[in-house]
């Protein structure tokens, strides 16, 4: 005789079957590309025009456009879009501040928690930068800010807190047109700076010297956000020190030229 069990029979046996919807889906890739530099600051997006992007309807852009701006890492305008927020010199100082602060927190924590084979792996990802700086082809902004997003988030991931690394994204969101024009202009100016406090926060962290650890990462933030701070500093036409920072792959370090090009990316278009 066959018996039913019931739900409670068999709920213990069978394991949640998980299920990403499509606002999940919008909201990671848009995620993806503010992390990656992929707008420009100021730039202002529609809902109509992500959807045609992503192939999708309106609704869940706009429920993903919603849930960054309560992250802070876009704005709301009064005509139902938003905008990546421009980048001035007090919100650059801002940033970098705060960065400080949570960041060099999260690289001391994983000091005395990170493995040898996650310091392996930190050397690894070394490997690929430094192979990208040694390409004698055109330069690829997109997998340098991979590369260097993956080197940074391999340590704050290893330093146990769940309070943190949230934080830590948001301020991500918040500085990917900055992360990424620093990092195309210090490459086309072929500096080694990054191989090298790279390299000296790999040492500190085999040493386990959390203080070390911590002064590297500070210096090496420090360094492009001066870069970048000097650019704004100089840029004498544009109003309340206010400069649109454009994520192009040109060879021209003149973020004028922004509006004069679009740069396209693989499946995502931004009009």
């Not at 650059?92 to 949570?102: A, F, H």
């Amino acid at each position: 005789m066959i018996k039913d069990a019931g739900q409670g029979g068999f709920r213990s046996q069978l394991s949640p079957v998980g299920r990403e919807t499509v606002q999940d889906r919008v909201y990671s890739e848009l995620r993806r590309a503010l992390i990656g530099g992929v707008f420009e600051s100021g730039q202002v997006l529609t809902v109509r025009g992500l959807a045609d992007a992503l192939l999708t309807s309106t609704m869940p852009v706009r429920e993903a456009l919603g849930r960054l701006v309560v992250e802070k890492a876009l704005e709301a305008l009064p005509n139902r879009s938003v905008r990546i927020p421009p980048i001035t010199i007090e919100r650059l100082d801002e940033l970098l501040s705060v960065r400080i602060l949570i960041e060099g927190k999260a690289a001391e924590l994983a000091t005395a928690r990170m493995s040898r084979s996650e310091i392996e792996q930190l050397e690894h990802i070394l490997s690929d930068w430094e192979a990208l700086r040694a390409s004698k082809g055109e330069l690829d902004v997109d997998r340098e800010v991979r590369v260097n997003q993956s080197f940074h988030f391999a340590i704050y991931e290893a330093c146990g807190s769940l309070t943190l690394l949230p934080i830590i994204e948001s301020l991500w969101l918040q500085s990917g047109p900055c992360t990424r024009f620093a990092i195309q202009a210090l490459s086309r100016l072929e500096e080694v700076d990054t191989d090298l406090f790279h390299r000296r926060i790999v040492e500190s962290l085999r040493a386990k010297d959390a203080g070390k650890v911590r002064e590297m990462l500070v210096a090496d933030m420090s360094r492009s956000f001066a870069f970048l701070r000097t650019k704004l500093e100089s840029d004498s036409t544009r109003a309340e020190s206010s400069w649109q920072i454009a994520p192009s792959s040109s060879k021209s370090l003149d973020p004028s030229s922004a509006s004069r090009r679009k740069e396209r990316q693989p499946g995502f278009r931004t009009n």
